[in-house]
């Protein structure tokens, strides 16, 4: 043990020495002593930034250092198995996250690089002061950090107050080096010193807070030789108090982070999450936003790293001191260590072996205490109005402003009062629930013109460009945007071209939500600039060299044009797509004219001509490049304005015709697409006449192996095919033939998209040249090995057969097409099989009709066979396959086959797989459906109570045919089965009447009909109006459902006495219940209702003057169904009596008794017409009280859309009003209609 | 019933941004539907209107009219069109509060 101190004081070069008297210095780690230390160029001070005067002489040296030193930091890198082992240190700590892909990921970190580059677009400074600082040196050594994945500093921190620390002269400490890695970060100065010993040698390490330090404190010199170690110390560091925390960028860095700023790597930079820091070019560290600092520490690898220290602590070697005390003094002997021995001992452990601490501390409670959060830069207690808000990490960062509580707005200047104000207003739009947000929200928008719009910008830009965004964060923030950009108006107009920085990438999102916010905002933002600003910011990026910026550029003039018009728009990209300049200007202008047909469709049509007027050169430009998009650009011109517009491209034709002689590859791709979307719009004759133009070079092209021109070739000849000129002959002589042999080969069934492209250009040749033809040529393949190929020769025979049926194919084709059917049917795998052989054999059988008939046998042989097989897909696809056939098998007489089937399906009610189960019911449900309850095999009486217990099954698909069949038997076949048994299901079905499933609800309710019809309606109705007294809402709802189809299917008399004997119980839930079933009840019944009104008559009366709010809702619901029912038959002395019980409901305010309260008016205004209605609202339309006035002109809107015509007659004589004119006399007749006055 | 453009209509703090719209796009697509704002001119001038427009889509209506004044129906029908208009004349002028006092 003795030899690890002695073996350090040799000082190897590849050893590091620590906690020895005499060489404290890590020479690997910090170059060796000697020549490294006579540098003099070193900047002597550890932060250059704590006087103005100091800096700018710093960052001076700094800038001049960084040009001239780089290559030295090579030999400052950590040694590599220190990275590893602290890598792998942590991955142990860190296991893989097993939720970490239902982790919210950020924007960043599902892009893929195209769309990254988003974010490295420069924000440049939005004020001309910070211009001004940008032009300062400092901007280089910002650049420098950004290279390091380091947050930039931030210039515009509050000067330092005089008792904090500053660096000490270098005079003071001259063995100090200034360690040129170590990034002027003005938060390292604010370290808060510890408590540290000043006796110890210079190159002492500085105690970490974990280990409490056991040397006396005399003073306090304030020595920021921390940040010297941050670098070598990837983990250990971060679980310790001191002035780690301070910079929170450097300890977020994880160790692969570390390495890549040592091995200036930018793409492992880009990476890690402290990363990918949006460049910031020439003034942005001016913008000074908190977002740069987005580096966070994770609290699991705090904790890790504490762990790890506490480890370490516990194993470091034994020194010279404690050996000392252990052992006696004689008797043994000091040995000097075998030049050979080599400790294994790291640096990182090294770094933990302090003299300071004698003994290993004892085991802590891991508390969370505030020191902890403090570490993670988290405040300790937050202000009271951010109290409840829930926090990410990363926004202890970003909105560190309004976190402190003890920091008070009152003593700061006005200009910071508005920004911590708009900061605290993000961060509850973030963060805050919804309510929270709402009122935010509000505010911020109300306040947007006081804040103004730079501080407003200032702070939301940036935010939406930081790499750590959610989708969540981003639509809230660009809601933000949007709304202030509708107060602020005509004031965005200098800070246009920072919000389309911003929001140009979210054009190309892959998100939708995403590009249709991103459209919205430059929609409205071109609206509140106007069409000038917009141009003159954006002109500049139209030509630039980045390809992303000119196709963001592009979509966001397709945004504006669809914003402000195309006419508007014409001049500029007409000046744009002819410019002499540069052929990334004419791209970009044909881009934007390709996007604003996208986006506007058929909308580009009144300006057809001039836009491809504008285009039209494009098609021979010199630039590769610009023939293409122009191609593209008339796809998407012709695609929109079909199936108009041919006129407008007979300009193009010509070019585009001998483009594609000319032109090869890519370029003659987009010239066929082009002319795929422009043959469809001409007449006839012409298309059949350019359709055989194009297709000597279409045919050519089918063999091409690039499979973007596979997918375009497939489209044109489906377009061309399509066309009504283009003759059957033709295309079954010169186009069907080449086309089969070249597209209809195994490899184009593998790729997703040329599958498609086949099976629907097919279907379009089938419709061109007929069946027969076609499915002569795919039938033999219908064998063939491959499964995908087979898979798609299904799937075009099922469209093909789907669409045209299969009269024009004789008996042999017929013959071959089943076999065929049948082997694929059967060849079917048992996964990954997406039913296509089902689906083509039932839709051909289908087809075949009364033809299918000799081949039943054969395929009800082969489902008997296949319900046997093991695998459970197999067995359902013959269930289905039953399903599917029972009509045919019905149409061709095939009954006995029939109920043969039917009984082995009963036999195989016992399946266990759910959904195979659910398949074999809904096969027997299409076979009684076909066969009749009466001829059913097996007989009913046997069925239905093997059905009972399936019942209980909680499948979906099981519940929903098994209800559904014994629906079919309740209602055709009651009587088989005794009123006992049909009383069990009843009790069954009041479960099934809350399944989550709506189409399961429904045929409960319907079966409820049916049994009641068929054993009375007395026992079902007991049964249910119980049921009325459970808490579940959702039971009780479909309980008054049932209810009403009972009353309908059983007539209503026999259930309404009970119902009313009912309502008078007094019980809240019964009452409703009751009302809430007469609502539905009026609404089956309709007209019958009339019979009944004059006796619910009473009771309604007594709901509606209840107290309880829900009971009058129900009630006008109900009022307003019988309404609608009764109309026409004479019972307007019954309605208006309920209507004057309705009509003091009017001003209730909650918007479910509200709704209902206006439509019971308005049905009443059906059935008594608007005139009484508009009696009742005269007195109210101009009543002195504006709330008064509200609801009558509400409801008077209501009668005056429904019955406009009616309210002429009973508009009242305005004679009474009296009104002065200009010449001051009073008139009183002038609002009379004279006319009504005229009598023969 | 013509298309007029909207009247402005009188603030309502009774009603947030969604119904506004709504209400908004309501008289936007039916002229002659109101609100509290509503003034006792513009509802009768709505009133004519919508009659006048009845009575020419019913020929006996016209009939009827130009029997009883004595002219024919093609004036009948060109008075009522004149009348379309203005049929009230033009709205009152807004009394200030002090002619209220006075």
């Given at each position: 043990m003795r030899k690890s101190a002695k073996e350090?004081e040799?000082?190897?070069?590849?050893?590091?020495?620590?906690g020895t008297e005499?060489?404290?210095?890590?020479?690997?780690?910090?170059?060796?002593?000697?020549?490294?230390?006579?540098?003099?160029?070193?900047?002597?001070?550890?932060?250059?930034?704590?006087?103005?005067?100091?800096?700018?002489?710093?960052?001076?040296?700094?800038?001049?250092?960084?040009?001239?030193?780089?290559?030295?930091?090579?030999?400052?890198?950590?040694?590599?198995?220190?990275?590893?082992?602290?890598?792998?240190?942590?991955?142990?700590?860190?296991?893989?996250?097993?939720?970490?892909?239902?982790?919210?990921?950020?924007?960043?970190?599902?892009?893929?690089?195209?769309?990254?580059?988003?974010?490295?677009?420069?924000?440049?400074?939005?004020?001309?002061?910070?211009?001004?600082?940008?032009?300062?040196?400092?901007?280089?050594?910002?650049?420098?950090?950004?290279?390091?994945?380091?947050?930039?500093?931030?210039?515009?921190?509050?000067?330092?107050?005089?008792?904090?620390?500053?660096?000490?002269?270098?005079?003071?400490?001259?063995?100090?080096?200034?360690?040129?890695?170590?990034?002027?970060?003005?938060?390292?100065?604010?370290?808060?010193?510890?408590?540290?010993?000043?006796?110890?040698?210079?190159?002492?390490?500085?105690?970490?807070?974990?280990?409490?330090?056991?040397?006396?404190?005399?003073?306090?010199?304030?020595?920021?030789?921390?940040?010297?170690?941050?670098?070598?110390?990837?983990?250990?560091?971060?679980?310790?108090?001191?002035?780690?925390?301070?910079?929170?960028?450097?300890?977020?860095?994880?160790?692969?982070?570390?390495?890549?700023?040592?091995?200036?790597?930018?793409?492992?930079?880009?990476?890690?999450?402290?990363?990918?820091?949006?460049?910031?070019?020439?003034?942005?560290?001016?913008?000074?936003?908190?977002?740069?600092?987005?580096?966070?520490?994770?609290?699991?690898?705090?904790?890790?790293?504490?762990?790890?220290?506490?480890?370490?602590?516990?194993?470091r070697p034994i020194t010279d001191q404690e050996l000392d005390e252990l052992l006696p003094s004689d008797g043994y002997t000091i040995l000097e260590p075998?030049?050979?021995?080599?400790?294994?001992?790291?640096?990182?452990?090294?770094?933990?072996k302090?003299p300071?601490?004698p003994q290993t501390?004892?085991?802590?409670?891991?508390?969370?205490?505030?020191?902890?959060?403090?570490?993670?830069?988290?405040?300790?207690?937050?202000?009271?109005?951010?109290?409840?808000?829930?926090?990410?990490?990363?926004?202890?960062?970003?909105?560190?402003?309004?976190?402190?509580?003890?920091?008070?707005?009152?003593?700061?200047?006005?200009?910071?009062?508005?920004?911590?104000?708009?900061?605290?207003?993000?961060?509850?739009?973030?963060?805050?629930?919804?309510?929270?947000?709402?009122?935010?929200?509000?505010?911020?928008?109300?306040?947007?013109?006081?804040?103004?719009?730079?501080?407003?910008?200032?702070?939301?830009?940036?935010?939406?460009?930081?790499?750590?965004?959610?989708?969540?964060?981003?639509?809230?923030?660009?809601?933000?945007?949007?709304?202030?950009?509708?107060?602020?108006?005509?004031?965005?107009?200098?800070?246009?071209?920072?919000?389309?920085?911003?929001?140009?990438?979210?054009?190309?999102?892959?998100?939708?939500?995403?590009?249709?916010?991103?459209?919205?905002?430059?929609?409205?933002?071109?609206?509140?600039?106007?069409?000038?600003?917009?141009?003159?910011?954006?002109?500049?990026?139209?030509?630039?060299?980045?390809?992303?910026?000119?196709?963001?550029?592009?979509?966001?003039?397709?945004?504006?044009?669809?914003?402000?018009?195309?006419?508007?728009?014409?001049?500029?990209?007409?000046?744009?797509?002819?410019?002499?300049?540069?052929?990334?200007?004419?791209?970009?202008?044909?881009?934007?004219?390709?996007?604003?047909?996208?986006?506007?469709?058929?909308?580009?049509?009144?300006?057809?001509?001039?836009?491809?007027?504008?285009?039209?050169?494009?098609?021979?430009?010199?630039?590769?490049?610009?023939?293409?998009?122009?191609?593209?650009?008339?796809?998407?011109?012709?695609?929109?304005?079909?199936?108009?517009?041919?006129?407008?491209?007979?300009?193009?034709?010509?070019?585009?015709?001998?483009?594609?002689?000319?032109?090869?590859?890519?370029?003659?791709?987009?010239?066929?697409?082009?002319?795929?979307?422009?043959?469809?719009?001409?007449?006839?004759?012409?298309?059949?006449?350019?359709?055989?133009?194009?297709?000597?070079?279409?045919?050519?092209?089918?063999?091409?192996?690039?499979?973007?021109?596979?997918?375009?070739?497939?489209?044109?000849?489906?377009?061309?095919?399509?066309?009504?000129?283009?003759?059957?002959?033709?295309?079954?002589?010169?186009?069907?033939?080449?086309?089969?042999?070249?597209?209809?080969?195994?490899?184009?069934?593998?790729?997703?998209?040329?599958?498609?492209?086949?099976?629907?250009?097919?279907?379009?040749?089938?419709?061109?040249?007929?069946?027969?033809?076609?499915?002569?040529?795919?039938?033999?393949?219908?064998?063939?090995?491959?499964?995908?190929?087979?898979?798609?020769?299904?799937?075009?025979?099922?469209?093909?057969?789907?669409?045209?049926?299969?009269?024009?194919?004789?008996?042999?084709?017929?013959?071959?097409?089943?076999?065929?059917?049948?082997?694929?049917?059967?060849?079917?795998?048992?996964?990954?099989?997406?039913?296509?052989?089902?689906?083509?054999?039932?839709?051909?059988?289908?087809?075949?009709?009364?033809?299918?008939?000799?081949?039943?046998?054969?395929?009800?042989?082969?489902?008997?066979?296949?319900?046997?097989?093991?695998?459970?897909?197999?067995?359902?696809?013959?269930?289905?396959?039953?399903?599917?056939?029972?009509?045919?098998?019905?149409?061709?007489?095939?009954?006995?086959?029939?109920?043969?089937?039917?009984?082995?399906?009963?036999?195989?009610?016992?399946?266990?797989?759910?959904?195979?189960?659910?398949?074999?019911?809904?096969?027997?449900?299409?076979?009684?459906?076909?066969?009749?309850?009466?001829?059913?095999?097996?007989?009913?009486?046997?069925?239905?109570?093997?059905?009972?217990?399936?019942?209980?099954?909680?499948?979906?698909?099981?519940?929903?045919?098994?209800?559904?069949?014994?629906?079919?038997?309740?209602?055709?076949?009651?009587?088989?089965?005794?009123?006992?048994?049909?009383?069990?299901?009843?009790?069954?079905?009041?479960?099934?009447?809350?399944?989550?499933?709506?189409?399961?609800?429904?045929?409960?309710?319907?079966?409820?009909?049916?049994?009641?019809?068929?054993?009375?309606?007395?026992?079902?109705?007991?049964?249910?109006?119980?049921?009325?007294?459970?808490?579940?809402?959702?039971?009780?709802?479909?309980?008054?459902?049932?209810?009403?189809?009972?009353?309908?299917?059983?007539?209503?008399?026999?259930?309404?006495?009970?119902?009313?004997?009912?309502?008078?119980?007094?019980?809240?839930?019964?009452?409703?219940?009751?009302?809430?079933?007469?609502?539905?009840?009026?609404?089956?019944?309709?007209?019958?209702?009339?019979?009944?009104?004059?006796?619910?008559?009473?009771?309604?009366?007594?709901?509606?003057?209840?107290?309880?709010?829900?009971?009058?809702?129900?009630?006008?619901?109900?009022?307003?169904?019988?309404?609608?029912?009764?109309?026409?038959?004479?019972?307007?002395?019954?309605?208006?009596?309920?209507?004057?019980?309705?009509?003091?409901?009017?001003?209730?305010?909650?918007?479910?008794?509200?709704?209902?309260?206006?439509?019971?008016?308005?049905?009443?205004?059906?059935?008594?017409?608007?005139?009484?209605?508009?009696?009742?609202?005269?007195?109210?339309?101009?009543?002195?009280?504006?709330?008064?006035?509200?609801?009558?002109?509400?409801?008077?809107?209501?009668?005056?859309?429904?019955?406009?015509?009616?309210?002429?007659?009973?508009?009242?004589?305005?004679?009474?009003?009296?009104?002065?004119?200009?010449?001051?006399?009073?008139?009183?007749?002038?609002?009379?209609?004279?006319?009504?006055?005229?009598?023969? | 019933?013509?298309?007029?453009?909207?009247?402005?209509?009188?603030?309502?703090?009774?009603?947030?941004?969604?119904?506004?719209?709504?209400?908004?796009?309501?008289?936007?697509?039916?002229?002659?539907?109101?609100?509290?704002?509503?003034?006792?001119?513009?509802?009768?001038?709505?009133?004519?209107?919508?009659?006048?427009?009845?009575?020419?889509?019913?020929?006996?209506?016209?009939?009827?009219?130009?029997?009883?004044?004595?002219?024919?129906?093609?004036?009948?029908?060109?008075?009522?069109?004149?009348?379309?208009?203005?049929?009230?004349?033009?709205?009152?002028?807004?009394?200030?509060?002090?002619?209220?006092?006075?």
């Open positions: 350090t040799q000082g190897t070069a590849a050893r590091v020495a620590f005499v060489a404290g210095f890590d020479e690997e780690l910090y170059g060796a002593p000697g020549p490294l230390r006579a540098r003099d160029d070193y900047v002597t001070s550890i932060n250059p930034q704590e006087s103005d005067a100091e800096k700018q002489k710093d960052d001076d040296v700094d800038a001049a250092f960084l040009q001239s030193k780089k290559p030295a930091s090579a030999s400052i890198t950590a040694p590599q198995y220190l990275i590893e082992e602290a890598a792998a240190a942590s991955a142990k700590l860190n296991p893989q996250d097993p939720f970490k892909q239902f982790m919210p990921k950020t924007i960043a970190e599902q892009q893929n690089s195209y769309l990254a580059r988003g974010l490295k677009r420069v924000l440049s400074p939005l004020r001309a002061q910070h211009a001004a600082d940008a032009s300062k040196p400092a901007g280089s050594r910002v650049e420098q950090n950004v290279a390091n994945g380091k947050p930039p500093a931030t210039p515009d921190k509050p000067p330092l107050p005089p008792s904090t620390p500053t660096a000490i002269p270098s005079t003071n400490r001259p063995k100090r080096k200034r360690r040129w890695d170590v990034v002027a970060d003005t938060a390292t100065t604010v370290t808060k010193t510890q408590s540290e010993d000043s006796n110890l040698p210079p190159n002492a390490v500085p105690v970490p807070d974990v280990l409490p330090p056991s040397a006396p404190s005399s003073t306090k010199p304030p020595i920021p030789k921390a940040t010297r170690w941050d670098a070598p110390i990837p983990t250990t560091t971060l679980g310790s108090r001191s002035r780690w925390d301070a910079t929170p960028g450097t300890m977020s860095m994880s160790q692969v982070t570390k390495k890549s700023r040592w091995d200036k790597t930018p793409m492992v930079q880009a990476a890690t999450t402290a990363g990918a820091t949006p460049i910031l070019g020439a003034g942005s560290s001016a913008v000074n936003t908190p977002f740069v600092q987005n580096g966070a520490v994770p609290p699991e690898l705090v904790n890790a790293s504490r762990w790890q220290a506490d480890i370490e602590m516990r194993n075998p030049t050979s021995y080599k400790p294994v001992q790291t640096p990182a452990r090294l770094l933990m302090t300071a601490v501390p004892l085991y802590n409670l891991p508390t969370e205490s505030e020191v902890a959060r403090e570490t993670l830069g988290i405040p300790v207690e937050l202000p009271d109005t951010l109290k409840s808000i829930q926090m990410k990490p990363e926004d202890y960062k970003n909105f560190a402003k309004v976190l402190d509580k003890n920091s008070k707005d009152e003593d700061l200047p006005a200009e910071e009062q508005v920004e911590r104000k708009i900061m605290r207003l993000l961060l509850k739009i973030k963060n805050g629930t919804p309510n929270v947000r709402k009122v935010a929200m509000r505010q911020i928008s109300e306040k947007a013109r006081e804040f103004g719009a730079e501080p407003l910008l200032k702070q939301i830009l940036p935010l939406l460009m930081s790499p750590t965004l959610e989708h969540q964060e981003r639509h809230l923030y660009v809601k933000v945007v949007d709304r202030i950009l509708h107060k602020l108006g005509e004031l965005v107009r200098p800070h246009v071209r920072h919000i389309l920085v911003v929001i140009e990438p979210m054009l190309i999102d892959d998100d939708y939500y995403a590009r249709v916010e991103g459209r919205e905002i430059i929609s409205n933002l071109a609206k509140a600039a106007g069409l000038p600003t917009m141009i003159s910011t954006m002109r500049p990026d139209i030509d630039h060299q980045d390809e992303f910026v000119r196709n963001t550029t592009a979509r966001a003039f397709a945004v504006v044009t669809s914003a402000l018009g195309i006419p508007s728009m014409l001049p500029f990209l007409r000046a744009v797509c002819g410019s002499k300049k540069s052929w990334e200007a004419r791209h970009t202008g044909i881009k934007t004219v390709q996007q604003t047909a996208i986006l506007m469709g058929v909308a580009v049509l009144p300006h057809l001509k001039e836009l491809v007027e504008i285009i039209q050169s494009g098609l021979l430009d010199e630039q590769g490049k610009v023939r293409l998009i122009t191609a593209h650009a008339l796809a998407n011109l012709a695609e929109a304005s079909a199936p108009y517009g041919i006129e407008s491209f007979d300009p193009v034709l010509a070019p585009l015709w001998q483009g594609i002689r000319l032109h090869r590859g890519k370029t003659l791709a987009a010239f066929l697409k082009a002319i795929g979307f422009i043959i469809p719009l001409m007449d006839p004759e012409y298309a059949n006449h350019y359709a055989r133009e194009v297709n000597s070079i279409l045919i050519r092209e089918f063999k091409s192996p690039d499979e973007e021109m596979k997918t375009v070739v497939l489209k044109v000849v489906m377009q061309c095919v399509s066309c009504s000129g283009v003759e059957p002959r033709y295309v079954r002589e010169d186009l069907a033939p080449e086309y089969f042999r070249c597209f209809w080969i195994r490899r184009m069934a593998l790729d997703r998209r040329n599958f498609r492209g086949v099976v629907d250009t097919t279907l379009q040749i089938a419709m061109k040249i007929g069946v027969s033809d076609v499915l002569g040529r795919l039938v033999g393949d219908l064998k063939d090995e491959s499964d995908p190929y087979r898979r798609m020769v299904l799937e075009t025979v099922e469209n093909v057969t789907d669409k045209l049926g299969l009269s024009d194919i004789n008996s042999a084709l017929e013959a071959r097409l089943i076999d065929g059917l049948l082997f694929a049917f059967q060849a079917q795998g048992n996964y990954n099989d997406s039913g296509s052989a089902l689906r083509a054999l039932s839709v051909v059988i289908r087809k075949l009709d009364r033809r299918a008939k000799p081949y039943l046998n054969q395929i009800v042989g082969i489902i008997k066979w296949r319900l046997n097989n093991k695998s459970a897909k197999i067995r359902e696809h013959a269930a289905d396959l039953v399903c599917k056939i029972a009509e045919v098998m019905k149409v061709c007489g095939e009954d006995a086959l029939m109920g043969h089937m039917g009984t082995v399906l009963f036999e195989y009610l016992g399946e266990e797989f759910p959904d195979v189960l659910g398949s074999i019911l809904r096969a027997m449900k299409s076979i009684v459906e076909v066969i009749g309850i009466n001829d059913m095999q097996p007989p009913i009486n046997e069925l239905l109570p093997r059905l009972t217990p399936i019942l209980k099954n909680r499948h979906e698909k099981v519940q929903e045919n098994c209800i559904i069949l014994v629906g079919k038997i309740a209602n055709k076949g009651a009587h088989f089965v005794s009123p006992k048994e049909w009383m069990r299901i009843c009790f069954e079905l009041l479960e099934l009447l809350k399944a989550p499933i709506k189409a399961i609800r429904k045929s409960a309710v319907a079966t409820f009909g049916y049994i009641a019809k068929a054993i009375g309606p007395s026992n079902v109705l007991t049964t249910l109006l119980n049921n009325l007294k459970v808490q579940e809402r959702t039971q009780r709802v479909c309980t008054t459902v049932a209810i009403a189809i009972v009353a309908e299917t059983c007539q209503p008399y026999t259930v309404l006495p009970s119902m009313m004997n009912e309502y008078r119980i007094p019980e809240l839930h019964v009452q409703n219940g009751i009302l809430k079933s007469l609502s539905f009840l009026f609404e089956y019944i309709r007209d019958m209702a009339g019979d009944y009104i004059y006796a619910v008559t009473p009771m309604l009366e007594d709901a509606l003057i209840d107290r309880d709010l829900v009971h009058r809702q129900t009630a006008c619901t109900a009022v307003g169904h019988l309404a609608l029912g009764v109309r026409g038959l004479g019972l307007e002395d019954a309605l208006i009596h309920l209507l004057n019980h309705v009509w003091p409901n009017i001003f209730e305010t909650s918007p479910h008794v509200i709704n209902a309260v206006i439509s019971a008016i308005q049905g009443c205004a059906v059935a008594l017409g608007p005139g009484p209605i508009l009696m009742y609202l005269l007195q109210g339309l101009f009543h002195p009280a504006r709330k008064v006035r509200d609801v009558y002109w509400r409801i008077y809107n209501g009668i005056y859309i429904y019955a406009q015509e009616g309210l002429v007659p009973s508009y009242p004589s305005l004679s009474t009003v009296d009104i002065e004119n200009e010449d001051n006399e009073v008139e009183d007749d002038r609002y009379e209609r004279h006319e009504l006055f005229l009598i023969v | 019933m013509q298309r007029t453009t909207l009247r402005t209509m009188a603030p309502n703090n009774q009603q947030n941004g969604g119904s506004f719209s709504q209400l908004e796009s309501l008289h936007a697509r039916y002229v002659g539907t109101g609100h509290a704002g509503t003034t006792q001119h513009e509802w009768a001038t709505n009133q004519h209107r919508d009659s006048i427009a009845c009575y020419l889509g019913r020929p006996s209506m016209l009939q009827y009219f130009a029997v009883a004044e004595g002219i024919s129906m093609g004036r009948v029908k060109l008075n009522l069109l004149e009348k379309m208009h203005r049929p009230c004349g033009e709205p009152p002028k807004k009394k200030s509060l002090d002619e209220f006092a006075k």
